[in-house]
């Protein structure tokens, strides 16, 4: 598990600052969809400033998220190939995106030779991370909410988290009266506060020793 927190933390440290340059700026208002399942991709995007989330929609309806994306991340590499996405993004506050078609990337690729393991490097973490959930599925409930809690602070970069108890069974797949069970004994054990549909870490040491 450290493993997988420790590629976010280092994905967010990459310096793009160079390559830029070369994307599409695009201003994004919150709750605004990026991209659709099902929609046929012509590039990736690079999150600059802004909180974005990664949702799918089952053959049964229901709404799952897959990731929650801060800044200096990667996302829609998939399209890549010009088939369907597999999933939707959608702004969770306003956001800016750099939107990077595949010509453009053919391009940059020629210009820095070095961009192509930068490249590969974000897709790989990115398997790592959906690969993540076959170990998840050993983990008790309460192991589950602690370690997508701690997943999203390092998103955020903030103690302070703007997530519901129906985001967070959105995420995990838990029954919305597991999560809120749990919370509410982490509350009363003073490791978390909750406020104003956000979930406020006070204690983060003691959360982490539960999945870890």
Known sequence: MSLILNNIHQEQNVSWQTYLAYGERQYIKQKSVIYSQGQIGTGF???????????????????KILDIHGEGKLFGEQAM?????????????????????????????????EFLPLFVDSVVQKMRILSEDILL??????????????KLRMVYQSNEISITQQDIANCTGLTRITVYKILKKWKENSLIDIQNRKIIIKDKEELNRIFL
Do not use: W
């Open 45 to 63: 995007y690079y999150l600059d400033t802004g909180l974005v989330k990664i949702v799918a929609t089952t053959p049964e309806g229901n709404q």
């Open 81 to 113: 190939d010009q088939l369907a996405y597999f999933s939707s993004a959608i702004a969770i506050k306003n956001t800016v995106l750099y939107y990077f078609s595949l010509e453009t990337f053919r391009e940059i690729i020629q210009l820095y030779p």
């Open 137 to 150: 599925k050993t983990f008790t409930a309460e192991q589950y909410i602690a370690f997508s809690i701690e």
